[in-house]
């Protein structure tokens, strides 16, 4: 009886959850997206043959594959959808939110008749394959443990139309500032070290802190000198000891920690440029025009906010593992973005969307330990999420048609009068 009453409990939590999102499509094609999140939920998959299989349909699984399919490639879903789920999220976002950002790859190496398909570095594999890349946004604390999913698009070099990766990740960013303004603090890897999106940021007076690559030339008083010669002079401040994890074994490392205020050559805005020794062979460089002051405390936030995004790559693994990403089998482009959505709004439902009582529930029986390592993967709360959901589902038949039996039904008009 408990088991069936939460697997209901889940099965109406998406459906509202689905309703939302899907507020201003058809009738029919609000159900397609209560469909698409439960069947990848249920099933922990984006194929669409296993959505059917989940939805338990009484006619034959082609059918139901194909009406899916032909649901899917809708025009406009895919931006229709990524427009409300960064609404729902919105009021997550505060001040002092991390908004990071992060180029991945979906590989297909066998895949042949995929519309679009081009080259990308698997980052598994460390070497060129055919796929996909994707651009994820994921809100997070300084640490860690509120992580917002907001944001999931899969785009190809090769399509008609594609200009830059640049202008991809500026587009990005301005369909979540459309809505969420000017809060949150955009945080990125040396893949944002770009001219192009600094002149961007800084135009728009967006907060960020960007790692730096080795060679980006920046301006002292003492003249234009790279990132990394000013880094190797700059002077540290104080030193802080972290624990990394390596193999499965642990280690202190002493990091020394500094900074210098520098310019963009072509910029006349002051900037920080903070450095950590300890890391590695070279220094950890981060640039940011957030106001830094010459203390430990100032110094250690930013270097937490960007250690962080370090975590946060723990998020694009769930979405890849947990709802097995990189085995989406549509043809088409559009619907290939389509479907990455709907798993970013997944993906959104069990890290955001479910009430703490819910969780708690599908968390029973599972054991979480919070992390406060830097390195290494920790027993990762969203994966226990994803795996509870999709054991109270996985055995359910009857999908969501009882749901939407009773939402179609009219409702009870009291009677006036009686016998």
């Known amino acids: 009886m408990y088991f069936a009453r939460t697997a209901q409990k889940l099965r109406e939590q998406m459906v509202r959850f689905s309703g939302e999102l899907s507020a201003d499509l058809p009738k029919v094609a609000r159900r397609f997206v209560a469909e698409m999140i439960f069947g990848i939920q249920a099933r922990g998959s984006v194929r669409l043959t296993e959505v059917g299989r989940a939805l338990g349909e009484p006619i034959s699984l082609k059918k139901t594959e194909e009406r899916l399919s032909r649901q899917l490639g809708r025009r406009g879903l895919e931006r229709r959808i990524q427009r409300r789920l960064i609404e729902q999220a919105a009021p997550r976002i505060e001040d002092d939110t991390l908004l990071v950002l992060d180029l991945s790859d979906v590989t297909k190496k066998y895949a042949e008749r995929m519309e679009n398909l081009g080259r990308v570095r698997d980052g598994s594999e460390k070497e060129l394959a055919w796929g996909y890349w994707t651009l994820n946004i994921v809100g997070s604390n300084t640490k860690g443990t509120k992580l917002v999913p907001l944001y999931g698009r899969l785009f190809s070099h090769v399509v008609e139309g594609h200009e830059s990766e640049n202008i991809e990740i500026r587009e990005a960013i301005g369909e979540v500032a459309e809505v969420v303004g000017h809060r949150g603090i955009w945080v990125m ?95 950890l460089m981060i640039l940011t025009n957030l106001p830094v002051r010459r203390s430990r405390k100032s110094v250690w936030h930013v270097v937490q906010s960007y250690i962080t995004r370090w975590r946060i790559e723990d998020v694009i693994r769930f979405v890849k593992q947990s709802y097995r990403l990189e085995d989406m089998r549509c043809l088409t482009y559009r619907r290939l973005q389509a479907l990455m959505v709907l798993v970013t709004a997944a993906a959104y439902f069990a890290a955001v969307y479910l009430g703490l009582r819910m969780k708690l529930r599908v968390l029973a029986g599972h054991v979480l330990r919070a992390s406060k390592r830097v390195f290494g993967i920790p027993d990762f709360r969203l994966y226990a999420l994803a795996d509870g959901i999709r054991q109270f589902l996985y055995s359910q038949t009857q999908g969501l048609k009882r749901i939407f039996e009773l939402q179609d039904q009219p409702p009870i008009q009291p009677k006036l009068f009686y016998p």
């Open 189 to 283: 890897d040396r893949g944002g070290d770009r001219g192009y999106l600094y002149k961007y940021l800084l135009s728009e007076k967006h907060r960020f802190l960007v790692r730096l690559r080795a060679d980006r030339g920046l301006r002292t008083a003492q003249g234009i000198a790279s990132a990394l010669d000013l880094a190797r002079s700059c002077p540290t401040l104080f030193l802080e000891t972290v624990v990394k994890e390596e193999a499965g074994q642990e280690r202190l490392v002493h990091l020394a920690c500094g900074l210098r205020k520098v310019r963009l050559p072509d910029r006349k805005e002051e900037l920080t440029l903070i450095v950590v020794k300890g890391f590695g062979e070279e220094p």
